[in-house]
Each structure stands twice: as structure tokens, then as C-alpha cells.
């Protein structure tokens, strides 16, 4: 639906193709870059919206992220013009490691 946001999230790194992102810039859907075991972690933008969620790598749901690459992953996308708006989610929430990560970004981006 044209009318709504639509954000795809893809767990197979089979789908991280260049003529996967062309097809969703023109029909307007926002790729969902992540941090996920065994996929590629880069922030890629497919409109003006970035939507990035952090799963925990390497141990799924619990690992803690560095504040550098957190600090990497705050600065591509505030450095990229064509992002209007961002949405960053924490789903490492298995231990406080989510807590810990939201924080330091907020502090980041304020």
C-alpha cells in the first residue's frame, strides 16, 4: 500500500543486490539494514527514511554493541543528505545490553 510506510527486513544475505535496492527505491519501500549474524551490517538507505535494527552479533539477542560502531552506524546515517528521518531499534534485549546501547546513542544524537 502506497499510502502506508512499508519497511522490508530480509534475513538472508541473498537479497543485499543492488537490483533488490533499485526495485524497492521505485516502488518506494525502505530497506531495513541490520546487524544479524552472518549479514552484512552497512547501512543502506532505499528512501528517505533509514531504518536500522541491532539484533546482537555475535550472540543473537544478547551481544552488546561497541560505542564504535555504534558511533560508525550514527554518523553514516547523519552524514547522509538523502535521510530525512531515522528509526535505529534494539533488539538485543535478552540481557541489559539494548539499555546500554539506546543510551549511549541518544547521547549521540542529541
Known amino acids: 500500500d502506497a499510502g502506508l510506510t512499508n519497511v522490508i527486513e530480509f534475513r538472508n544475505a541473498s537479497w543485499w543486490q543492488p537490483e533488490v535496492f533499485e526495485i524497492l527505491r521505485q516502488h518506494h519501500i525502505t530497506f531495513c539494514s541490520v546487524s544479524f549474524p552472518n549479514l552484512d551490517d552497512k547501512v543502506i538507505c532505499t528512501t528517505p527514511l533509514c531504518y536500522y535494527r ?3 552479533t ?7 554493541y561497541s560505542t564504535d560502531f555504534l558511533t560508525h552506524i550514527t554518523d553514516t546515517i547523519q552524514e547522509n543528505n538523502d535521510i530525512k528521518k531515522a528509526f535505529l531499534y534494539f533488539n538485543n534485549t535478552a540481557s541489559a545490553a539494548a539499555l546500554h546501547n539506546a543510551t549511549f546513542v541518544q547521547q549521540l544524537v542529541q
Open 54 to 56: 541491532f539484533h546482537g
Open 58 to 64: 555475535p550472540k543473537l539477542f544478547y551481544s552488546e
